[in-house]
């Protein structure tokens, strides 16, 4: 492509480069899709997609894990080099082609169709079980509407010895509400409260979808924004909390020597890499129903750094409250503790002695050859800096630990509205994602021809489709189920899938021929920044993320781990079955393998594309009203001619120069 220059507001283009133009101005002219009622509904969309359930429960996890502030570190540098150039590559290529991701790799190279179908089957894979947990989040937002709160005490005065061994809220999660099995091979049949929750979930999807994006981008105004909301009632109501200020420092003081353990780098790519939702394909479909004319490298670096930073605020409200509870939960352990010496030691009762959390070690080795109860008293709970340290992530945060905090609470009898409102908002973060990722599988569908039937049946169609299926989620069982989906389903496939996708744009679509596009699309090329991520740093960050897991997941054995109702607490099961395994396998692969099929059909010639590509649409006679191939060039001639012109009458070029 040539070279433009623009002096004295007058714009030499190569005929080329304007014929591009004027083909990308006839077909917007000429299409019918559908189109966003304003950038606002667009861009919430996009952000509701990229921020979603991992934001809030599994980075705090990480920078708790990973040497807190310090995590900061790599996860900064990742964000850079890997994550928002990517996510502005998706936006770039769906605005600039228009169509969902199958039809967008069919047109950048036939060969390459099988990109698109690989996008579309991870979309789906997820969508299988993202819906499950907002029917977990409704079946605790139904709850909710009592007081007390079901979790808040143990049922029976204290004749259930597996909530007596455990605690309240881990009791109702893991038997209440999904009445766990001892093992994935014990399925144990329908537990029929998660599948009416599981099928509330995918009724309220199909509502907010059954239109597209003009139903749900109406819903999105809520959905994306009601999160932030809660999130900052949440963020008040943390850091007023007693021992939040140790939960804090625990989350931000760096621990720098974590630097040097290159799991720490590994994870914070990962976590960059599948934060922003890129590789789904819900990118790509979203910005398909932009205008050309959208600046979308402004908007990928203003969604990508919103995600960024809700994931540290949200962190923020995890941990002051994570830090209230884990002062409580001393509180209580030295309290125990105190009053068995009372009990058991007259000595210890005699001199008026307390039990301090710096003292009680030294009190338990004065006394516990006294008595036996003495000796084997729990001290698990007495330290607040090993409560930080035994911070979770997923489901139980969500649904164990930050519930627990939730009911300790002042005053209690707020206890209800502290949950509906952590668990609407929950939901709402779903919901968000889950409009996103179906988007990553109807449009691509429609789009490419595989559905020519009206929108609304194949949204119908795909939720009773995912449901039907996703009842293997809803048994006793289902929950290791949905950590085997959760571990491989959305992984390695995205790793592949998006690397595929820098290679293709930028070495098969061509870096000049993207450059063109987003000086029509924003009015500016892209910087060195881009250049290098999207030519050098962000392939190569890919290559060595999918080595150094594929090296950590093959020098390691695929094991579960679940609840002993005997015990009251999470085991490690042991491996899976070799069926378990297999399906471990199975979702890995199965994605990734149509790129190399697709490719192989094309390429034989047995299942040739019959589509048009971007290259044949540049090559073919462009009709822009009554303006031919002909007229182009003639009037590109004279417009060229006529701008030197101007610059000759301005003393710009030298008439004797000018000469064509």
């Known amino acids: 492509m040539g070279d433009e220059v623009i002096e004295n507001n007058v714009e030499l283009s190569t005929v080329e480069t304007g014929k591009e133009k004027m083909v990308m101005e006839d077909e917007e002219e000429g299409t019918d899709r559908p189109a966003w009622d304003n950038k606002i509904q667009y861009l919430l969309s996009q952000i ?92 605790y937002f139904f709850n909710s509407f009592q007081a007390p709160l079901p979790w808040a005490s143990c049922p029976g005065n204290g004749t259930v010895l597996e909530c007596e061994k455990s605690s309240p809220t881990a009791y109702f999660w893991y038997r209440e509400a999904l009445d766990t099995s001892e093992s994935i091979e014990d399925g144990g049949g329908i537990n029929w409260k998660m ?18 994006i003009k139903s749900s981008g109406k819903a999105i105004y809520f959905t994306a924004t009601f999160p932030y909301v809660v999130l900052l009632i949440f963020f008040f109501r943390g850091v007023t909390l007693e021992g939040a200020g140790d939960g804090l420092a625990f989350l931000f003081i760096p621990r720098l020597d974590r630097l040097a353990d290159p799991i720490v780098w590994l994870e914070a790519a990962t976590q960059i890499f599948f934060s922003l939702s890129v590789a789904f394909g819900g990118l790509i479909s979203f910005s398909s ?43 209580k352990c030295l309290q125990e503790f105190q009053t068995l010496l009372e ?57 164990v630990v930050f519930t627990e905090a939730m009911n300790q609470f002042y005053p209690l009898e707020m206890g209800p509205f502290w949950s509906i409102l952590f668990f609407l908002m929950l939901a ?12 990553g599988v109807i ?76 000086m029509y699309m924003t009015g500016s090329r892209p910087n060195i920044y881009w250049k290098v991520t999207w030519m050098f740093l962000t392939p190569v960050s890919m290559l060595v993320i999918f080595g150094a897991t594929i090296y ?54 047995l299942m040739p594309y019959t589509g048009e590509t971007l290259k044949t649409k540049q090559a073919r006679p462009v009709q822009h009203g009554a303006v031919s191939k002909q007229h182009l060039v003639t009037d590109s001639v004279t417009s060229v001619s006529g701008s030197l012109a101007a610059f000759s009458a301005k003393g710009v070029i030298n008439p004797a120069s000018s000469a064509l």
Request: hydrophobic share 50%.
């Open 289 to 331: 129903y932009n205008p050309r004319k959208n600046n979308c490298t402004r908007d990928a670096v203003v969604v990508a750094l919103i995600n960024s930073g809700t994931s540290i605020f949200a962190s923020i409200v995890i941990f002051s409250v994570l830090g209230f509870k884990a002062l409580t939960d001393s509180r």
């Open 343 to 399: 009990d058991r030691a007259p000595d210890f009762a005699a001199n008026n002695m307390t039990v301090t959390s710096s003292n009680y070690m030294d009190l338990w080795g004065t006394y516990n050859t006294t008595d036996a109860a003495i000796q084997d008293f729990n001290f698990g709970y007495c330290s607040k800096e090993g409560n930080l340290n035994n911070a979770v992530g997923g489901t139980g945060l969500a649904f």
């Open 552 to 605: 950590t997941e093959a020098t390691r054995t695929i094991t579960y781990k679940g609840w002993d109702a005997a015990l009251g607490q999470v085991v490690d099961k042991g491996p899976y079955p070799w069926w378990g395994e297999m399906m471990c396998y199975i979702l890995i692969c199965l994605p990734s393998v149509f790129i190399p099929i697709v490719f192989v059909l094309r390429l034989t010639g």
């Open 48 to 139: 509701g997609f990229a921020v979603g359930l991992g934001n809030v429960w599994r980075f705090p996890y990480l920078c708790q894990r990973n040497g807190g502030g310090a995590f900061l570190i790599p996860y900064l540098i990742m964000l850079i080099i890997e994550g928002i150039p990517i996510f502005h590559l998706e936006l770039a290529i769906g605005q600039r082609i228009r169509k969902g991701s199958i039809d967008v790799w069919n047109q950048i190279n036939p060969l390459l169709g099988g990109v698109g179908v690989a996008m579309v089957v991870v979309s789906f894979l997820v969508a299988l079980y993202y819906n499950v947990i907002i029917g977990w989040c409704a079946f």
């Open 428 to 439: 709402n973060l779903g919901l968000s994602s889950m409009f996103g990722t179906l988007e």
């Open 443 to 518: 449009t691509p569908l429609r789009d490419a021809g595989i559905w020519k039937w009206r929108k609304e049946f194949l949204v119908v169609l795909m939720c009773v489709v995912c449901f039907l299926i996703g009842l293997v989620f809803a048994q006793y069982s289902g929950s290791y189920w949905l950590d085997i989906f959760n571990d491989y389903s959305g992984t390695f496939p995205l790793l592949i899938i998006a690397f595929f996708e820098n290679i293709a744009i930028v070495y098969v679509y061509g870096l000049n021929r993207l450059s063109d596009d987003l």
């Open 195 to 212: 599948m009416l929750c599981i099928f509330t979930a995918w009724l309220i999807v199909c509502v907010c979808m059954i239109k597209g």
